[in-house]
């Protein structure tokens, strides 16, 4: 993919960030309506991702697909684990680190493709990524290299729009070729294409989970807040509140769907699929 392209994609996002003093980029989960700060939705989507996967000061923890480093932040604080967050942008690299609490000793940033990841194989215990696959032109190379890096019984914590309508969205990769805040880089896949491709990598459903209607809660009450703000205060990332707009829309109509996965290497003790 290109950079230039992804760019365009995610700077409309990092000013809406900074304009109202968000620390990350994903859709958030509510419980329901009205129920939080967008902000709180935003945190609350990552706590759902994880789950009871088992995360202390021992586990080395890879934020795959880490933007401007709110979640991995998270994370390291809450758990004391080892995180190193892997973005492909340069710009949300750089954001990343400047945002990054000083001394943090255990968190650190790298800048790199989700498809060629620069570790070593079985170097790592929990994988995340969040919003971040729907970009990646080749899925089941990213897939391939999380079994690579991944110890034995290691846990992948994977959160995605999803649909079944992937030629309604064909229509999309049209506004990928022009650098804008209109290309959307999406590839999108549906659930069963990525639970069949977890079979293929030999990496275990432990869990799935549809949580639509959340997400698309979570992003009223966001485009509530730009709204209260008035549309001055939008300068820079107007275009990225009507495909916010739209996304929301899809979503309550069922073209979109979001799913959290959360999978395992085999290998590992105890590694008994429950998968729904």
Avoid at 111 to 133: C, K
Avoid at 157 to 166: A, N, P, Q, S, V
Avoid at 206 to 211: A, L, M, N
Wanted: glycine share 10%; proline share 3%.
């Amino acid at each position: 993919m290109s950079q230039k392209l992804l760019e365009a994609h995610y700077r409309p996002n990092r000013l809406l960030t900074e304009a109202h003093g968000l620390d990350g980029y994903n859709c958030g989960f509510a419980a329901a309506r009205q129920a939080g700060a967008f902000g709180e939705h935003q945190r609350a989507l990552v706590w759902r991702l994880i789950g009871e996967v088992p995360i202390d000061e021992a586990t080395r923890v890879l934020d795959v697909g880490s933007g401007i480093g709110g979640p991995a932040q998270w994370i390291a604080q809450r758990h004391g684990a080892r995180v190193v967050g892997l973005e492909y942008c340069g710009s949300s690299v750089r954001a990343a680190r400047q945002r990054a609490e000083s001394g943090a000793e255990r968190l650190r940033f790298v800048q790199g493709d989700a498809q060629y990841m620069p570790l070593a194989a079985d170097s790592v215990d929990v994988i995340f990524n969040l919003e971040s696959a729907l970009h990646y032109a080749d899925k089941d190379g990213f897939l391939g290299e999380c079994r690579r890096v991944l110890r034995p019984g290691g846990w992948l914590c994977l959160g995605d729009l999803t649909t079944d309508y992937r030629r309604l969205f064909a229509v999309a990769q049209l506004f990928n070729k022009v650098p804008s805040q209109f290309n959307s880089n999406v590839r999108l896949w549906s659930r069963d294409a990525y639970r069949r491709a977890f079979a293929t990598q030999r990496l275990s459903i432990e869990q799935s989970e549809r949580v639509t209607t959340q997400v698309a809660d979570s992003l009223a009450d966001g485009l509530a807040d730009i709204r209260l703000r008035g549309w001055k205060a939008s300068r820079g990332f107007r275009a990225r509140y009507f495909y916010l707009a739209f996304l929301e829309k899809l979503l309550r109509r069922g073209k979109l769907h979001y799913d959290l996965f959360r999978v395992r290497k085999d290998g590992g003790p105890g590694n008994t699929a429950r998968g729904s």
